[in-house]
């Protein structure tokens, strides 16, 4: 039987924004102080209601560790350093799992999954969907978040439906799901992955999705600045950590029947990262 809630449509509606904002119920409780008249079943029910895909991971972890990782590759100098000198205030993400991450890139190994997203418009198909980051709050260096395709953490029982729904919702289309016009119809069951890239610890998938061009007013909590480039453009900005290598990546296999085995890549910070030796990033032998 469907959920039929009391609650009025506007105040439901605060509770999808409020979620996407925090990426989980629980933090939402907390930044307001338990006082919401609902209880942690009745808002799962809401979500549910709205058809809204529930966060995998929170994606400013995602952009924190990039940011540290990217500055350890830069400077080359051990990780407490660099994580205390830009990080003590703003960043959530503790060394110990900075370490971890460091670990697994050394070994190869993946130990999370994602799913990034190609977005085309019919009239422009050379052209992809990209936004700039505002997760990472560093306003004392007066630098704009960087540029990324849509993408987020995945977990690994998803299907690509429900994975490519979410980073749909949580970075591109997030005022139309609180809105309840969420365009449910783009994502198709039929599409697979083009390829993966090792992203730090998370092996991602790599989606294309063509959208019709009525489609040209873009929202999110995670992402703003949105615009449609070339691969060229792209490469030129400062983006994200293997977002060049997904674009080039792409254009390379576009004209070439999909290959029948799996393909995966590094991502350029990977490969710098694996050459480093061990006491230049602070991990311990």
């Known amino acids: ?34 006082d919401l008249p609902v209880s942690f079943a009745t808002y799962h029910r809401i ?26 590759n830069s400077y080359k100098v051990p990780l407490e350093r660099v994580y205390h000198k830009y ?38 198909r050379d052209k992809y969907l990209i936004g700039q980051d505002t997760t990472l709050n560093r306003p004392q260096l007066g630098e704009a ?27 591109v289309f997030t005022k139309n799901c609180i809105d309840g016009t969420f365009p449910f119809n783009l994502v198709s069951t039929s599409l697979k992955p083009l390829f993966f890239i090792n992203i730090a610890d998370i092996k991602v ?17 995670k992402l703003h600045n949105f615009s449609f480039r070339s691969t060229n453009d792209i490469l030129c900005l400062k983006h994200r950590p293997g977002v060049g ?26 490969l710098a990262l694996s050459r480093l030796p061990k006491h230049s990033t602070g991990f311990p032998e």
């Open 87 to 124: 990080a003590p205030h703003s960043f959530k993400i503790s060394t110990n799992t900075l370490h971890r991450i460091m670990h697994h890139i050394r070994l190869g190994a993946t130990r999370r999954c994602g799913t990034a997203l190609i977005i085309s418009r019919e009239s422009e």
């Open 47 to 72: 979500l549910n209601k709205y058809g809204i895909i529930k966060s995998a991971g929170p994606n400013s972890r995602l952009s924190e560790s990039l940011e540290v990782l990217s500055l350890i």
């Open 245 to 270: 290598e997904i674009v080039e990546k792409y254009e390379e296999l576009r004209f070439h029947p999909q290959p029948e085995e799996e393909v995966v890549i590094n991502s350029r910070l990977n």
């Open 145 to 171: 978040g960087d540029f990324s395709l849509p993408m987020g953490h995945t977990r690994m029982q998803d299907s690509h439906t429900k994975s490519i729904t979410r980073v749909l919702q949580q970075e």
């Open 205 to 221: 998938a790599v989606f294309r999705l063509v959208i019709p061009d009525r489609f040209h007013h873009f929202s999110s909590f």
């Open 1 to 34: 039987m469907p959920f039929k809630s009391k609650i009025p449509d506007s105040f439901e509606k605060n509770l999808i924004s409020l979620y996407f904002q925090h990426s989980s119920i629980e933090k939402v409780l907390q930044v307001t102080n338990y």
